[in-house]
């Protein structure tokens, strides 16, 4: 009955370990997958910070840049 039980017991302990170990690759999926998309996000965020800065750089310095500029159409 003993040597049953450490047998259960020692089977037990192999598929807990097994479960544990599947449960780590999927947490470590998991963290990369948000990895990913933190660094996707942040090159998105780049991109458009840089269209934004270059179109305040070809934009109009003072109110009156910005008349002229309605007036003969290029705003």
């Known amino acids: 009955m003993s040597a049953l039980l450490a047998q259960l017991r020692s089977r037990l302990l192999v ?3 097994i479960a ?3 449960l780590l690759v ?3 999926l998991l963290k ?3 990895d990913q998309e933190r660094a996707d996000q942040a090159e998105r965020n780049q991109v458009t910070r840089r ?3 270059d ?3 070809r934009g109009p310095r003072t109110a009156d840049d910005v008349d002229r500029r309605l007036r003969d159409g290029t705003f």
């Open 15 to 17: 598929v807990a370990a």
């Open 20 to 22: 544990l170990g599947l």
């Open 26 to 28: 999927v947490a470590r």
């Open 32 to 34: 990369a997958g948000r």
């Open 51 to 53: 269209r934004m800065e």
């Open 55 to 57: 179109a305040e750089a």
